[in-house]
């Protein structure tokens, strides 16, 4: 494109003070839009906490009891203690086999580094449900491995059914996320001059990583942690399959027990909880910001390139290596295998042979029941429609923040960040109130629609970090100097930033559609007949005790997501990570 079509075709457009209108119409829009689904699933929730009755109900009164209820109840002081506990324990798991794995794998010469750089990934790309189920498959009290040791000890080694056991499986789930941040926010780039001052005065390789490399990544290891925080307070599945055996509860099985699992749901109390659940994760994320302000304190990449130094382990390269591979064996391979075998077994146990107890029969349950089918159908349209929109919205949001004299878009920006302090669950319940009391919501019932747009709104963050660094690393004069010749803000965006932003556009897209094929807790309070989704139907199938036909649609899934990676590598070069 030359810059004398572009200048054609301006002035075909009526000039620049016409085109100055659109470009401002078309900033407004993006705005208004992204606000009405921010605000949206919030406003009604807040309703709902000061009436006396459900929101669908007639003559409901304003009410502070709900509050009261809430204050007054040792009950949920007890499960938000419980909540900040689980999280707490599960965010230092986390951060320390995540920081130990961005240390070892991405600064050092760990045999091996590479397989299993891409093995710790894998919790990544799974739902806690599976993860966890393959927990409890090898692990629980009835597990392959606990019965396996119990023959030669006589005695269960761990109880998996409690508070530890399940801070255990999330920290683990949740270290990839530990291990991305430090290994590309800080590890590998680290001044490299700085350690090697350090070895010039004697220091080892493993005292430089913890006195010099270490103290660096700081700003990533509390962003990280911020992020698992958030994660582990909304976490279901875990809590739900590994406490609730021993009765305990967390907030987020408190609301799954009280709005979906009851017969008679309290609308005011669920309401109630959600902030509760909204002011934690709020909490941490406000710590974040404060402990981040001295951020530029850590700053080591200046204007002089410089390559990451791989330090040495010496005597100590192999058994690192046997330590770091026993324990992804132990804590992700064996979950995942058991899975796997699990779907192709009748039971799965160490007293009997696998070849006795092989079937294809919970494929054949799985694929004989048309709701299974129908959840599969829907979660790949929703995981499709919502990704492209998400990815759509995610651009435009980000190029309005970027690249334009918007007044707000420093507004748009948080607003756009806000589902971080909202956990996918209470934008699902959000939507749900939403789709009750505002017509315009009230017309996606009863269709995908409604899933779709909850699943855009919670995951544009997502979205946004991906796209938003691509932008920023695109020099402004190439916008400018098709500004220059009159195109308008919509024109340059469109013609020149947006062909740019292919790579990024199409990393958005496959991150949005992995997310969202993995996803339930969002679609939780939106399930309806004929709405059926695979992680809500597994969690059903978990319920009722149907173990083979959920192990048989985990590997579905397993599978599903794997062969998307896997082409969205071979054919498209996209990679979640590098």
Known sequence: MTYATLSDRASRGGGVQRSFDRARLAQWLIFIVTAALMLAPALPILLQVFVDRPLYADGWQFTLSNIGDIVQSERIGGIALTTGIFALFSVIIAEVLGIGAALLIGRTDLPGRQIMGDVLMWPLYLSHLIFALGWVVMYGPSGFV??????????????????????????????????LYCLYGAVRSVDSTLESAARTVGAGPLQVLRRVTLPLMVPSIITSAALNLVIAVETLSIPLFLARPARIDTLSTFLY?????????????????SLLLMLLVGSALVVQRILLRQGHRYETVKGKGSRPMVLSLGKLRWPMALLTGLILLVAVVLPIAGILLRAFTSFLSPLVPLTKVLTLGNFEQLFGNP???????????????????????AVAVALVIQRSSFKFAGTLEALAYSPRVIPGMITGLGVFYAAIILPPMGWLRGNIGIMVVAYVMATLPLALGVIQPAIVQIGRDLDKAARTVGADWVSSMRMIMVPLLKPALLGSFILLFVFHLKSYIIAIFLIAPGLEIMGVTMLSLWTNGDVGELAAFATLQIVMIAVLLILSRLLFKVKIYD
Do not use: F
């Not at 979906?260 to 669920?270: E, K, Q």
């Open 257 to 273: 027990a009280e709005g979906i699992a009851a017969s008679d749901p309290n609308h005011g109390l669920v309401a109630a909880s």
């Open 146 to 179: 606990t019965q396996t040791i119990a023959q030669q000890t006589g005695g269960a080694p761990w109880n998996l059914y409690s508070i530890a056991g399940m801070s255990l499986v999330a920290g683990i789930s949740q270290a990839p996320l530990a291990y």
């Open 371 to 393: 709701a299974n089918l129908r959840a599969i159908g829907n979660t790949v349209q929703i995981s499709l429609l919502s990704a492209a929109l998400g990815t759509v919205l």
